[in-house]
């Protein structure tokens, strides 16, 4: 198993900047990739952002392509995703994901944690 536990959530205005992060433990070896989705009110879960161990895989949605930036530490086993240029439609729960293929969509995460609110006001 893998735990995930998210922190970083918030309140911020049109505009401003957000890091998220994401602290795994457990069998992290078992798990490749790690990302974030997000899940706006009323709406589907989201791919938003991937990365693999050694950060030679990095991919983005194109919604937030040039605004944020995923990263990890191995030696925290951690995951973080700044957010810049935050729009209101950023607004959502953001979920950390960690998986054994690129988790570009759900139904390729093995684990999610418990997810994060981020709100972007106007």
């Known amino acids: 198993q893998v735990q995930l536990v998210e922190s970083g959530g918030g309140l911020v205005q049109a505009g401003g900047s957000l890091r998220l992060s994401c602290a795994a433990s457990?069998?992290?070896?078992?798990?490749?990739?790690m990302g974030w989705f997000r899940q706006a009110p009323g709406k589907e879960r989201e791919f938003v952002a991937a990365?693999?161990?050694?950060?030679?895989?990095?991919r983005y949605a194109n919604s937030v392509k040039g605004r944020f930036t995923i990263s990890r530490d191995n030696a925290q086993n951690t995951v973080f995703l700044q957010m810049n240029s935050l729009k209101p439609e950023d607004t959502a729960v953001y979920y950390c994901?960690?998986?054994?293929?690129?988790?570009?969509?759900?139904?390729?995460?093995?684990?999610w944690g418990q997810g994060t609110q981020v709100t972007v006001s106007s």
């Open positions: 994901a960690a998986s054994s293929a690129p988790p570009t969509a759900t139904s390729l995460v093995n684990y």
């Open positions: 990365i693999n161990w050694n950060g030679g895989y990095i």
């Open positions: 457990g069998r992290t070896f078992s798990t490749n990739y």
